[in-house]
């Protein structure tokens, strides 16, 4: 029986109102499986110029960065690992490969800036056709500075996520869930789930 079915049937209620939870069940059961099927990602609109035509996969840098770019050692080891954990290097089925370049329109930052509330941020400009043309990426080491190595590697990562075109998601434990508390203090995710590489990989 389909939904279409379903509904007529309830319809006749007033003659087969025995059948009525029967016929609820069925149409509850099939919202479920519709909704169990839905993409669990957000997508932000925008994706990189330099993506292949076909096949695996982008090639995406950023500018290169030493332990002394930044203020704390912290944050090196945070953008180092949020960056690699995302390159189809460490992940095969991620079409992303992440490199390093001296000249690139990637850039990630550390700043220490107690007056916003964000702990991560990734700040683009565009081109037409709904296309990226550069991507900023802070960590507010402010706030992260006193998270635990895993939590603040989650605020890193997420950032790349945005950087490669994923929106935030709320009410899932993925790596896009917008608020670092819950993505990982509940939900213990610092890396790509397979709901955010699907993501990835229906743009590259």
């Known amino acids: 029986m389909n939904i279409t079915n379903v509904f ?38 925008f994706r990189w110029f330099t993506t ?24 090196w080891y945070a953008w180092t690992n949020g960056i690699a954990w995302w390159s189809h290097n460490n992940n095969a089925s991620i079409n992303v490969n992440m490199s390093y370049a001296s000249s690139s329109t990637v850039k990630v930052w550390e700043v220490q800036n107690p007056n916003v509330t964000w702990d991560g941020l990734s700040s ?9 043309a550069t991507m900023d990426m802070f960590l507010n080491t402010t706030w992260a500075g006193g998270y635990s ?3 603040r590697l989650s605020v890193t990562s997420h950032e790349v996520g945005h950087m490669l075109g994923l929106d935030h998601r709320s ?20 890396s790509a789930t397979a709901d955010d590489i699907n993501g990835v990989n229906s743009l590259y």
């Open 8 to 45: 007529k049937a309830t319809k006749q209620v007033g003659r087969r109102y025995k059948q009525l939870p029967i016929l609820l069940l069925v149409a509850a059961c099939m919202v479920s499986v519709l909704s169990s099927s839905a993409q669990a990602y957000n997508l932000w609109g």
């Open 124 to 132: 683009p400009t565009f081109m037409g056709g709904g296309q990226f």
């Open 171 to 190: 009410g899932a434990c993925t790596l896009m869930q917008p608020d670092s508390f819950t993505r990982w203090d509940s939900c213990g995710v610092n």
């Open 52 to 75: 292949p035509t076909s096949g695996c996969c982008l090639n995406r840098s950023v500018k290169s960065f030493t332990m002394s770019s930044f203020l704390t050692t912290d944050a």
């Open 149 to 151: 190595w895993q939590k």
